[in-house]
């Protein structure tokens, strides 16, 4: 919520990691169970929190707001499909936030999305028993640099207490196709 940097009364630079190991076991219609197990991925994530003049505050986040992975081996049932997958995507947030009265705030921003998409498959070869022609193809589908969009967002924020608030966010629809 981009009202809450008027919480902050100094300078505050925050950077970190979030971990995902994401596993899955699926079963497909001969009735085998097959496994994936990705590995494990590490998304960054950076905050900056500077408190400006006239109860106004600065905010900028880089962080990641989509991200996933999926690995299977050629060997699985649905290799003809994918054996592995990979989504990352980075956002660039700038917000501003004004105190209103002491216990409320607004702020609002913009949110700058890139995404990034990449999928593989097994090679495959094949027969068209209609035409005799043979074929072999591997899929590999990737997005390519027009994978960006923008948004924005807005909130609201308002002390109940010294130590409970409540608040609303809205943040617009980011869109890319792949």
Not at 31 to 48: N, Q, R, T, V
Not at 121 to 150: C, E, I, T, W
Request: proline content about 6%; overall charge negative.
């Amino acid at each position: 919520n981009p009202a809450t940097l008027t919480d902050f009364t100094n300078t505050v630079v925050t950077t970190g990691v979030m971990t995902e190991h994401p596993r899955a076991r699926m079963k497909v219609r001969d009735g085998k169970s097959e496994a994936m197990d990705p590995g494990c991925f590490c998304l960054p994530a950076f905050h900056l929190v500077q408190p400006l003049p006239w109860d106004f505050a600065f905010g900028l986040g880089v962080m990641p707001e989509y991200g996933l992975g999926s690995a299977y081996g050629h060997h699985w049932s649905l290799a003809n499909n994918t054996t592995d997958t990979t989504v990352m995507s980075a956002t660039v947030n700038p917000n501003l936030a004004y105190q209103i009265t002491d216990d409320w705030s607004i702020g609002a921003g913009l949110r700058f999305l890139y995404f990034d998409f990449d999928q593989h498959s097994r090679p495959v070869v094949g027969a068209d028993p209609r035409s005799g022609y043979v074929y072999r193809f591997r899929n590999h589908l990737q997005g390519d640099n027009d994978m960006k969009d923008f948004g924005w967002q807005i909130g609201t924020k308002y002390d109940l207490t010294k130590r409970l608030s409540v608040g609303l966010v809205y943040k617009s629809e980011t869109k890319v196709d792949v």
